[in-house]
């Protein structure tokens, strides 16, 4: 495990020895941005192989088989599937390691059955329309939020106050429609908040049509110990924030309505 934020670090960590290279970028929950491209470099120098993460992206706004990843992943249940209706993954690459795979998911029986593989193909048909909503959603509301002088901190690579908002622009077609970000007053706080929220759907899941609200202490995160989130650099009083497709307008107008209720 390395600090994700400290590419240095994590190519040290490499050059030492390296089988495989596991990255997630962006980053869930706190929306964290790795140079796709430096990293797979330095993994290759080392004979590794390099496996992504890019559930939170998609193939619309991010592809890292053209940054020279080896394999790439999707949980197909959140935005690939849409609708909250499906359990599933993806794994893309080069046939030599998709035929590794087949051959040991036939061994193990891992299959998806009739009605799950329909659902998530039919949601797929939609994903470029779903997208392009939620990432224009996700950058207006990150903007309103980070204006709002209730909220301490916002979490989204579309920021230009974003740490790695540059690596964002140069590997990412848009800032995808997953953002957290932080109330002040931390998790009483937060408490507090999520009920007066009229339009968003309180769920561990994302990437649905649906708005969902959540903090990953409780969620995503809630199999870590305090300690262990603190470490990732998770804070308690964090709201994971997945945009759906409603009209943006009114997405903000319930945050502004749940923001003022507290003050």
Do not use: W
Not at 24 to 36: A, F, G, Q, R, S
Not at 166 to 172: H, K, P, S, V
Not at 211 to 225: K, L, W
Not at 257 to 263: C, E, H, T, W
């Amino acid at each position: 495990m390395c600090d994700t934020t400290n590419h240095e670090a994590i190519e040290a960590e490499i050059a030492k020895g390296c089988r495989v290279l596991y990255l997630e970028t962006p980053t869930n929950p706190t929306l964290k941005v790795m140079d796709i491209a430096r990293l797979t470099a330095a993994a290759h120098r080392a004979g590794a192989v390099v496996v992504a993460d890019n559930t939170f992206a998609t193939p619309i706004n991010q592809s890292p088989l053209a940054l020279g990843v080896d394999l790439v992943l999707h949980s197909a249940t959140k935005f690939l599937g849409g609708h909250a209706d499906a359990l599933g993954g993806v794994v893309c690459g080069s046939k030599s390691l998709i035929g590794q795979i087949y051959h040991y998911r036939e061994i193990t029986g891992a299959a998806l059955d009739p009605m799950a593989a329909y659902l998530l193909l039919r949601g797929m048909k939609t994903l470029h329309l779903r997208i392009r909503q939620q990432n224009e959603s996700a950058l207006r509301i990150a903007r309103f939020l980070e204006a709002q002088p209730g909220v301490s901190s916002v979490f989204y690579p579309g920021l230009e106050s974003h740490p790695q908002h540059e690596i964002a622009r140069r590997q990412m077609r848009g800032f995808g429609g997953v953002l957290s970000f932080m109330l002040k007053g931390g998790f009483d706080a937060v408490r507090a908040f999520l009920p007066r929220l009229r339009y968003a759907h309180l769920a561990a899941n994302l990437g649905a049509v649906e708005t969902i609200a959540g903090p990953p202490a409780t969620t995503s995160h809630v199999e870590c110990t305090p300690e262990e989130r603190k470490a990732m650099g998770i804070p308690e009083g964090l709201i994971r924030y997945s945009v759906g497709i409603e009209e943006t307008e009114d997405l903000i107008a319930d945050l502004k309505q749940a923001i003022s209720q507290g003050g």
